[in-house]
C-alpha cells in the first residue's frame, strides 16, 4: 500500500515516517511540506493512502483534498480536534489527533490497508494468523450501535440506508444506527451481494423481491434507482436473470 504524508511540520513528517518503516503493509513514497509538492507526486504514482495535515499556510488540507476529482484514502492527522467533523464530511478514513501514538497509528493504517485490499478483492491477513481469509469468504460486520457492538450477518441485511454521517442497518423491523459513511460501509461489503442503488441505498440483491418502474420493493419498502447507478444495477441484474 503506497502512502503521502503531507505536513508543513518536519518534526511531524520525521515521526509518521518512523511510525511507516516499523510498518510492512506501507510503502511511505514522499514527505511532503505542502500540498503543491504531493499534487506533483499524485500525477506520476499511485498513491493508495495520504496522511493530511489540516492546517498548513496557503492552502489547507481540507482545500486540498476538495481539489481532487478521486482521492485517495485520507487519514487527517491533526493538533486541532475541531475540524473532526469537516474531515469525516469529506469521507476521511481515520482522525488521528496530534501527539498519536503507535498504537493508534498502526490501528488506523489496518482500517486502510483492510479497505483497500477489499477494493483490489484481495485477501485480508488476519493478525496473528499464518493463513489469511479470502474477501468472499467475509460472513458478518461487527457494527458499534447505541454503547454496544453487535455482529451482523450479512446474509440477515436486507438494505442499508445512509443519512449523511450514519447509515441505517436494516436486518428486521428495528434497524442499527450506527456511525458510518456510505461509502466506507461499502467498501467492506461483498460486491456479488451487495449494491449501492442511490446515494443512500446499498441493497443486498438477493432479497429483491420485485422491482417496478426504477424502484425496488424489498418487503415493505420501495427504493428509488438513481440515475448514476442504473447502469449497474441493471447490468447485474441482467447477469442473474434466465
Given at each position: 500500500?503506497?502512502c503521502?504524508?503531507?505536513?508543513?511540520?518536519p518534526?511531524?513528517?520525521?515521526?509518521?515516517?518512523?511510525?511507516?518503516?516499523?510498518?510492512?503493509?506501507?510503502?511511505?513514497v514522499?514527505?511532503?511540506?505542502n500540498?503543491?509538492?504531493?499534487?506533483?507526486?499524485?500525477?506520476?504514482?499511485?498513491?493508495?493512502?495520504?496522511?493530511?495535515?489540516?492546517?498548513m499556510?496557503n492552502?489547507?488540507g481540507?482545500?486540498f483534498?476538495?481539489?481532487?476529482?478521486?482521492?485517495?484514502?485520507?487519514?487527517?492527522?491533526t493538533?486541532f480536534?475541531?475540524?473532526?467533523?469537516?474531515?469525516?464530511?469529506?469521507?476521511?478514513?481515520?482522525?488521528?489527533?496530534?501527539?498519536?501514538s503507535?498504537?493508534?497509528?498502526?490501528?488506523?493504517?489496518?482500517?486502510?490497508?483492510?479497505?483497500?485490499?477489499?477494493?483490489?478483492?484481495?485477501?485480508?491477513?488476519?493478525?496473528?494468523?499464518?493463513n489469511?481469509?479470502?474477501?468472499q469468504?467475509?460472513?458478518?460486520?461487527?457494527?458499534k450501535?447505541?454503547?454496544?457492538?453487535?455482529k451482523?450477518?450479512?446474509?440477515q441485511?436486507?438494505?442499508?440506508?445512509?443519512?449523511?454521517?450514519?447509515v441505517k442497518?436494516?436486518i428486521?423491523?428495528?434497524?442499527?444506527?450506527?456511525?458510518?459513511?456510505?461509502?466506507?460501509?461499502?467498501?467492506?461489503?461483498?460486491?456479488?451481494?451487495?449494491i449501492r442503488?442511490?446515494?443512500?441505498?446499498?441493497?443486498?440483491?438477493?432479497?429483491i423481491?420485485?422491482i417496478?418502474?426504477?424502484?425496488?420493493?424489498?418487503?415493505?419498502?420501495?427504493?428509488?434507482?438513481?440515475?448514476?447507478?442504473k447502469?449497474?444495477?441493471y447490468?447485474?441484474?441482467?447477469?442473474?436473470?434466465?
Open positions: 500500500m503506497k503521502l504524508a503531507i505536513d508543513d511540520e518534526l511531524a513528517l520525521d515521526i509518521i515516517s518512523q511510525f511507516c518503516s516499523k510498518i510492512d503493509l506501507i510503502e511511505l514522499a514527505c511532503c511540506t500540498p503543491v509538492e504531493a499534487v506533483k507526486i499524485l500525477n506520476r504514482e499511485r498513491i493508495d493512502l495520504i496522511f493530511l495535515d489540516i492546517q499556510p492552502i489547507s481540507l482545500e483534498i476538495r481539489s481532487l476529482k478521486n482521492p485517495p484514502l485520507i487519514i487527517f492527522t493538533a480536534s475541531s475540524y473532526a467533523i469537516d474531515g469525516f464530511e469529506l469521507d476521511a478514513l481515520d482522525y488521528l489527533l496530534k501527539p498519536f503507535f498504537e493508534r497509528f498502526f490501528k488506523s493504517v489496518n482500517k486502510a490497508y483492510e479497505l483497500v485490499s477489499l477494493r483490489a478483492n484481495k485477501t485480508v491477513p488476519v493478525p496473528g494468523m499464518q489469511s481469509v479470502p474477501v469468504e467475509i460472513k458478518y460486520l461487527m457494527v450501535a447505541d454503547y454496544t457492538t453487535v451482523v450477518d450479512l446474509q441485511i436486507l438494505y442499508i440506508e445512509g443519512l449523511k454521517d450514519y442497518i436494516y428486521g423491523k428495528k434497524p442499527l444506527l450506527t456511525k458510518c459513511t456510505m461509502k466506507h460501509i461499502g467498501g467492506k461489503l461483498p460486491p456479488s451481494e451487495f442503488v442511490h446515494k443512500s441505498f446499498i441493497i443486498a440483491f438477493s432479497k423481491d420485485h417496478e418502474n426504477n424502484r425496488i420493493v424489498i418487503g415493505e419498502k420501495w427504493i428509488p434507482v438513481g440515475n448514476q447507478f447502469e449497474a444495477f447490468k447485474m441484474l441482467e447477469s442473474k436473470k434466465l
